[in-house]
């Protein structure tokens, strides 16, 4: 929102939450969130056009629009509990905005939910005697976590779903022209509204399914002597193909990708349609696969036992240039290394206080160390898991001289220049291609 704000200096945002410190958080010079060249923006727009406020109610009344983006995490409880979307914070929002409107409003769901969530928005908002109108809207949200302020400033798309009818129409339009203050028009589609809801959890499963498309080849790889960047290169030269998304990993992270894929799957169950469900669980399956794969090999590669040895992680978060640590396989690996009674260090430059918190009680068993030289000091082995430049531009040399012999790195985002890393006296372990090593294999 900050962005659209700086885009639209003739409009006024107003970003509401409950959360006191959050709120506190967002106007002073420590952000709540890591996001590169959002800090800027922030105080571009600041005091200007953009504010803060906990006062919910008043500012609901105030507004023309209403963007919603409330959380919407897999429901733990009851019916469709670990796949259906828990909407109870939605419908909340929903009777609130009912609740304090004077006036009619155009509420825009920036959340992603399941299809059809709309209609039941529009039932509870459009129940109220007092001839007020809502326009309920889906505009989804594709932004990246790291890339967020590139993504929102040039979108490959800005998708916005309405109802057909004139005043659903109407809303669209003026959706499409706040926008068009700086997206290119070609690039702001309008479609109806389940399908702006639907294309939301389809562009996240179809990101999801290349990752774990070419992890499984991976796995095929490292029995074959193929190497998978060279085969991701190789296939996606082809244009239909396409190169994106085929870097091959520990797996996929983040708070969507699993969580929309499991969504798909619970609507696909719900809608009768159990072959397309069982198609779309495996994209999930597969990702659990690669993660415990990736710890198998340290474990078997460490003489099937790593109780006790000191193993260096580098990397909490999710992926680079955020502090994000939900789902991120670094935390799945660290656990599962944990259960084989491991003695890990983490370190990581950003995700230090997530990683702490997503591993409650587990954390007691951690050590986490800010210098990764410290962290990998007398370790048996080093776990590359989030592809952070930093870890790119350490001295390994050095590194390997500090650290318990036979040393071992396992790169799980394929960072390192691993001929390099072998020639210094490692034993690498890559992910899809051959393992480079200086053991008798017997
Ligand atoms: C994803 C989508 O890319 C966004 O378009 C979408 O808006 C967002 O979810 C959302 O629904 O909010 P995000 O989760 O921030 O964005 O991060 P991605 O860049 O998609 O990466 C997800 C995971 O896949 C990371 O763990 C990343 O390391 C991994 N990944 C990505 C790979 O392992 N290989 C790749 O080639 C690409």
């Given at each position: 929102?900050p962005?659209?704000?700086?885009?639209?200096?003739?409009h006024?945002?107003v970003?509401?939450?409950?959360?006191?410190?959050?709120?506190?958080?967002?106007?002073?010079?420590?952000?709540?969130?890591?996001?590169?060249?959002?800090?800027?923006i922030?105080?571009?727009?600041?005091?200007?056009?953009?504010?803060f406020s906990?006062?919910?109610?008043?500012?609901?009344?105030e507004?023309?629009?209403i963007f919603?983006?409330?959380?919407?995490?897999?429901?733990v409880?009851?019916?469709g509990?670990?796949?259906?979307?828990?909407?109870q914070?939605?419908?909340?929002?929903?009777?609130?905005?009912?609740?304090?409107s004077?006036?009619?409003?155009i509420?825009?769901?920036?959340?992603?939910l399941?299809?059809r969530?709309?209609?039941?928005m529009?039932r509870?908002?459009?129940?109220?005697?007092?001839?007020?109108?809502?326009?309920?809207?889906?505009?989804?949200?594709?932004l990246?976590?790291?890339?967020?302020?590139?993504?929102?400033?040039?979108?490959?798309?800005?998708?916005?779903?309405?109802?057909?009818?004139?005043?659903?129409?109407?809303?669209?339009?003026?959706?499409?022209?706040l926008?068009?203050n700086?997206v290119?028009?070609?690039?702001?589609i309008?479609?109806?509204l389940?399908?702006?809801?639907?294309?939301?959890?389809?562009?996240n499963?179809?990101?999801?399914?290349?990752?774990?498309?070419?992890?499984?080849?991976?796995?095929?790889?490292?029995?074959?002597?193929?190497?998978?960047?060279e085969?991701?290169?190789?296939?996606?030269?082809?244009?239909?193909?396409?190169k994106?998304?085929?870097?091959?990993?520990?797996?996929?992270?983040?708070s969507?990708f699993?969580?929309?894929?499991?969504?798909?799957?619970?609507?696909?169950e719900?809608?009768?349609?159990?072959?397309?469900?069982?198609?779309?669980?495996?994209?999930?399956?597969?990702?659990?696969?690669?993660?415990m794969?990736?710890?198998?090999?340290?474990?078997?590669?460490?003489?099937?036992?790593?109780?006790?040895k000191?193993i260096?992680?580098?990397?909490?978060?999710f992926?680079?240039?955020?502090?994000?640590?939900?789902?991120?396989?670094a935390?799945?690996?660290?656990r599962?290394?944990?259960?084989?009674r491991?003695?890990?260090?983490?370190?990581?430059?950003q995700?230090?206080?997530?990683?702490?918190?997503d591993?409650?009680?587990?954390?007691?068993r951690?050590?986490?160390e800010?210098?990764?030289?410290?962290?990998?000091?007398?370790a048996?082995?080093?776990?590359?898991?989030?592809?952070?430049?930093?870890f790119?531009?350490?001295?390994?040399?050095?590194?390997?001289?500090?650290?318990?012999?036979?040393?071992?790195?396992?790169?799980?985002?394929?960072?390192?220049d691993?001929?390099?890393?072998?020639?210094?006296?490692?034993?690498?372990?890559?992910?899809?291609?051959?393992a480079?090593?200086?053991?008798?294999?017997?």
């Amino acid at each position: 929102m900050p962005i659209v704000a700086s885009h639209c200096p003739q409009h006024r945002f107003v970003i509401v939450d409950i959360n006191e410190a959050r709120i506190a958080a967002w106007q002073s010079d420590k952000l709540p969130i890591y996001e590169p060249g959002l800090d800027e923006i922030v105080k571009k727009t600041l005091g200007k056009n953009l504010f803060f406020s906990t006062d919910v109610n008043k500012h609901i009344s105030e507004a023309d629009i209403i963007f919603v983006s409330v959380n919407t995490p897999t429901k733990v409880f009851g019916e469709g509990a670990g796949r259906a979307a828990d909407l109870q914070y939605w419908e909340k929002t929903a009777r609130q905005i009912l609740e304090n409107s004077i006036t009619s409003k155009i509420v825009v769901e920036k959340s992603t939910l399941p299809v059809r969530t709309a209609e039941a928005m529009e039932r509870i908002l459009n129940s109220n005697g007092n001839g007020l109108h809502f326009d309920v809207l889906s505009n989804p949200e594709f932004l990246a976590e790291g890339t967020a302020v590139r993504d929102m400033e040039e979108p490959d798309r800005v998708l916005i779903g309405g109802r057909t009818t004139e005043s659903g129409q109407r809303a669209v339009q003026t959706l499409v022209e706040l926008y068009a203050n700086w997206v290119p028009r070609e690039r702001i589609i309008t479609a109806n509204l389940w399908s702006s809801e639907l294309s939301k959890l389809v562009a996240n499963a179809f990101l999801a399914q290349r990752i774990s498309s070419i992890n499984s080849i991976s796995a095929l790889c490292e029995k074959t002597e193929a190497d998978v960047s060279e085969v991701a290169h190789a296939i996606g030269l082809d244009n239909r193909i396409g190169k994106y998304f085929l870097r091959s990993s520990v797996g996929f992270g983040g708070s969507c990708f699993k969580k929309d894929i499991l969504n798909l799957v619970y609507l696909c169950e719900h809608y009768g349609l159990p072959e397309v469900a069982r198609y779309w669980e495996q994209v999930v399956k597969m990702n659990e696969y690669q993660e415990m794969r990736f710890v198998s090999k340290m474990v078997s590669s460490m003489f099937n036992t790593v109780a006790g040895k000191r193993i260096a992680l580098f990397g909490a978060a999710f992926k680079a240039n955020t502090n994000d640590t939900r789902e991120s396989p670094a935390l799945e690996v660290c656990r599962a290394l944990l259960e084989e009674r491991a003695d890990i260090v983490i370190t990581d430059p950003q995700a230090m206080d997530n990683a702490r918190h997503d591993l409650g009680e587990l954390a007691k068993r951690v050590t986490f160390e800010a210098d990764p030289y410290a962290a990998a000091k007398e370790a048996h082995a080093i776990a590359i898991l989030t592809e952070w430049t930093q870890f790119k531009e350490l001295d390994y040399e050095k590194i390997y001289n500090s650290m318990i012999k036979p040393a071992f790195i396992f790169d799980g985002r394929n960072l390192i220049d691993h001929k390099k890393l072998y020639q210094l006296g490692f034993n690498v372990y890559p992910i899809g291609k051959p393992a480079l090593t200086h053991l008798q294999s017997h």
